[in-house]
């Protein structure tokens, strides 16, 4: 039986290999774990991933457009974490035959780092964590979230799942996105107002919408222009989502209180990028949704996805943004 060599792709914590049992698979598939970004440029990236036949993904890091598929000759098959990935070409893939598989839908933990941010802001966490390490007490005074406003942009499973904890802690809790009704957000324990009033309104504003043509952008220097000298702004979805340099100039500016980000428009985040700098920012390296648990769940159902295609069976194939049946 022929050698296969599989790319474990984007492996930046380095934990691929242990929480996945790769061993198991026959003695003729060899795995290589790339634990460092893929180099700049079509060539070099296609010059790095020629001699694989399978490709496993973590998450949307490496996009993986015609002109790179094109050029990885030995490809059969390609394994992506959930049932989407918008950095993939997928009709490039139907057009050739290479199943496309994903892994079976798990809670998301994301809506518990984005109040871990939302916390780390209210309550000074991490400028109090450094003015202690450097010998000093009681710098700054943080403030209380109970009867504040939290305005929620989405509510899907993990939008719905923010605005439940601030319900909890006693928040005014309402929301706004493109297609949301009074009674999606009344079934969530939020209450409906239109974009402009969110930000007018919100001590914490929380952006909780996917990434798509009609949200990149969605938050810009008007919006950021109505929020509160007060307010924060938390962003644990995409970095493209909100207009990072209109960002940047209201929090160099002290036009709102600060910002808590989990992501960014560029990642990794480069090592000069301005909001390193920033006092009024609590940085994540994106990791909200990327929990040890999370991780095992995604990296044990792509080896099952491999090991059933090795198998001759195509499972969890992605057919576009959906599923479609199992194959052989």
């Not at 934990?15 to 598939?29: C, F, Q």
């Not at 949307?60 to 959930?82: G, H, N, Y």
């Amino acid at each position: 039986m022929a050698d296969i060599k599989i790319a474990v792709l984007d492996d930046y914590m380095k934990i691929a290999d242990s929480l996945a049992d790769w061993t198991s698979l026959p003695g003729n598939v060899h795995t290589d774990f790339f634990t460092e970004k893929l180099p700049e440029g079509t060539d070099a990236r296609a010059t790095a991933l020629a001699d694989y036949d399978v490709l496993v993904l973590t998450r949307e890091r490496t996009p993986l457009p015609r002109d790179l598929l094109e050029r990885l000759p030995k490809l059969k098959f390609i394994a992506s974490p959930e049932m989407h990935n918008r950095m993939l070409d997928f009709d490039y893939c139907r057009d050739k035959g290479i199943p496309v598989c994903g892994t079976t839908p798990r809670p998301s933990p994301t809506f518990e780092l984005t109040w871990a941010l939302i916390l780390a802001l209210a309550k000074n966490v991490t400028i109090d964590d450094r003015a202690m390490r450097d010998g000093q007490w009681q710098t700054v005074v943080g403030t209380e979230i109970r009867n504040k406003t939290l305005g929620v942009i989405g509510l899907g499973r993990i939008g719905s799942e923010v605005a439940k904890v601030g319900n909890a802690f006693g928040m005014n809790v309402i929301a706004w996105s493109e297609n949301m009704t009074a009674e999606r957000a009344e079934e969530c324990g939020t209450t409906l107002v239109s974009k402009d009033d969110l930000f007018r309104q919100s001590d914490y504003v929380v952006v909780m919408v996917i990434q798509s043509d009609r949200t990149i952008g969605l938050v810009g220097a008007h919006e950021i222009g109505l929020m509160k000298p007060n307010a924060y702004l938390v962003n644990p979805a995409r970095g493209p989502i909100v207009d990072e340099a209109a960002l940047l100039e209201a929090l160099k500016h002290n036009r709102i209180a600060g910002a808590g980000l989990d992501v960014y428009a560029e990642e990794p985040l480069p090592a000069d990028h301005p909001f390193r700098g920033l006092p009024n920012t609590v940085l994540m390296p994106h990791v909200a949704g990327f929990t040890k648990e999370h991780y095992a769940h995604w990296y044990n159902g792509m080896l099952e996805d491999v090991r059933s295609w090795l198998d001759g069976t195509v499972i969890n194939e992605i057919h576009g943004s959906g599923i479609v049946a199992a194959r052989v």
